[in-house]
């Protein structure tokens, strides 16, 4: 498994970051005082604390990265084709499912009984994991994955519900860092028992199960919050709603008027239709659907891959754990440096995604060829690292433009769609009702799929730039970039996630 939590999976968490970095205005922020009172700072204090305790317990599951080695393992005695193309479809499946109600009944239920649900799906996972011995029940523990994926939007906006909206910023950083060292911190202990304690395969499951058990009691005793961001917004006002929603930028159309102030969700569902007309807001959603929708299926079978170059035939020498911490690390770092990079996006943009999704598919190639194990955990790690750097980027360009509860439908939207995108892709490669390509004939379909991508993307950088400086030469009015630099912000090899193997999905 690869923990996907902090692979920008918890957009909204993220987007929050971005909007304090951008600034209110004085209206906005008139606004913001009438829609939530001042919290006493020890009561919300202690909520703060108690959320990122259990946000960085949740992550420790230091069998995580062993389990698929573990199924391949003499105890499981599962065959790398099962794996493949009867256990792990499943996955995308079920995420594909379940996206859609959770989302809804995370805000519906004011985040709470989601949080639960998902403690319970992780103790059923690892139940399965150490009793269970047939496929279908294997399928059942990916089944469970789905829904612990999909709930983990619920931990990312729990935490503004908390406080109130000037310290959103403040609280996300929290958050976001007890979960980046949560999962690092499971994949180094994972690494440490299986390597110098000696911990079997699945005793290392049974450790995962008791922290995931602990995990579950710390669920139930989160407070409940008593509003939300769509449904149970209590303390907000119809014209202050109407007010956000057409807060956009000036290079696209502005929103159409709200008929139905009652309604700020069904409202919302409306002007998503101008979103697909501003071209920055276009470019970073396909980005988010087309590039993580790769980037999630490279997770969820690199373990597969990992097996098929370098069968492991003795505990000491599997080193899942501690090539899943060190991308983390270097996700986390590739993140953190995208906060200080300083050009004009809207000319740049597309030749920025391209060279960096260029870069993605060698590492791709070189994965799905070579037959060098520490070749194949140098290349994921800089894959995962690539793809890090442009998840603070994108969401930056497109949490600024939007409101707050604007920003979390469209990411949700593009969630959705990319997951839509992944199951058709698993369907026809990976599941046996399909093609059932073996692990390395699929990295080589990733090659050519994020190749495919890179020519897209190079040869839009090439429209714009050539109509850029033809309009200069030619005497018109360019549109003037002036370099945006982004704030800093807590995003994990993200998200981990998250959003993920990922923010922990199986491979």
């Known amino acids: 498994m ?54 960085f317990m949740v992550q420790l599951k230091p069998g995580e990265p062993f389990v698929t080695p573990f199924l391949l393992s003499t105890e499981k005695n599962f065959t790398r084709e ?26 519906l239920l004011r985040y709470k009984p989601v949080l639960i649900l998902q403690s319970l799906s992780n103790v059923s996972i690892w139940l399965l994991l150490l009793l269970g011995s047939s496929l279908l029940e294997m399928q059942f523990m990916e089944f469970f994955y789905g829904i612990s994926m999909a709930a983990r939007v619920a931990y990312s906006s729990y935490i503004f519900s908390l406080v109130t909206p000037e310290l959103y ?44 058990s602990f995990g579950l009691l710390l669920s139930f005793c989160l407070p409940w919050p008593k509003r939300s961001l769509f449904f149970n917004r209590q303390l907000r006002q119809a014209a202050a709603s109407e007010a956000e929603l057409s807060r956009m930028k000036a290079d696209g159309p502005a929103p159409g008027s709200s008929s139905s102030p009652s309604s700020p969700f069904l409202q919302m569902l409306k002007e998503l239709r101008s979103v697909v007309q501003v071209p920055s807001l276009r470019l970073w959603s396909l980005w988010w659907v087309f590039n993580s929708t790769g980037y999630y299926l490279v997770l969820f079978y690199v373990h597969i891959l990992w097996d098929k170059v ?72 800089f894959f995962r690292g690539f793809y890090q750097f442009l998840v603070p980027i994108a969401t930056f360009q497109i949490a600024s433009s939007l409101s707050k509860e604007m920003c979390a439908l469209v990411f949700g939207v593009n969630t959705f769609l990319g997951t839509i995108l992944k199951t058709i892709i698993t369907l ?24 495919l991508l890179t020519v897209l993307y190079l040869a839009a950088a090439a429209y714009v730039i050539v109509r850029h400086y033809r309009s200069q030469r030619g005497g018109g009015v ?30």
Not at 37 to 47: E, I, V, Y
Not at 429 to 448: C, E, N, T
């Open 310 to 381: 370098f069968p492991v035939s003795e505990n000491q020498r599997a080193y899942n754990g501690a090539v899943e911490a060190a991308s983390t690390l270097l996700g986390a770092m590739t993140s953190f440096a995208a906060g200080f990079v300083t050009i004009r996006w809207n000319l740049w943009s597309e030749l920025v995604i391209g060279l960096d999704t260029a870069l993605q598919a060698g590492l791709l190639l070189l994965m799905g060829t070579t037959n060098n194990i520490w070749v194949c955990y140098v290349a994921y790690s």
């Open 428 to 451: 026809i490669i990976a599941d046996k009702r399909g093609l059932g390509l073996p692990v390395h004939s699929q990295f080589l379909v990733y090659f050519f799929y994020f190749g």
């Open 2 to 55: 690869v923990d996907t939590t902090v692979d920008g999976d918890d957009v909204t968490q993220a987007s929050d970051d971005v909007k304090a970095a951008v600034g209110r205005s004085p209206e906005d922020a008139e606004k913001t005082t009438s829609q939530a009172p001042p919290k006493d700072p020890r009561t919300w204090g202690w909520s703060v604390i108690f959320l990122c305790f259990y946000g």
């Open 169 to 212: 910023q403040r609280v996300a950083s929290y958050s976001r860092s007890s979960v980046l060292l949560g999962v690092f911190t499971s994949s180094v202990l994972g690494q440490l028992l299986l390597s110098l304690g000696g911990v079997s395969y699945s005793g290392l499951s049974v450790v995962s199960l008791g922290l995931v």
């Open 478 to 507: 360019a549109e003037e970039a002036t370099p945006t630099e982004l704030s800093p912000m807590e995003m994990g090899p993200c998200e981990t996630d998250s959003l993920a193997n990922g923010a922990g999905t199986k491979a």
């Open 82 to 107: 099962q794996i493949t193309n009867e256990v792990n479809p499943v996955l995308s499946y079920s995420h594909m499912v379940v996206l859609v109600p959770v989302f809804l009944l995370t805000d």
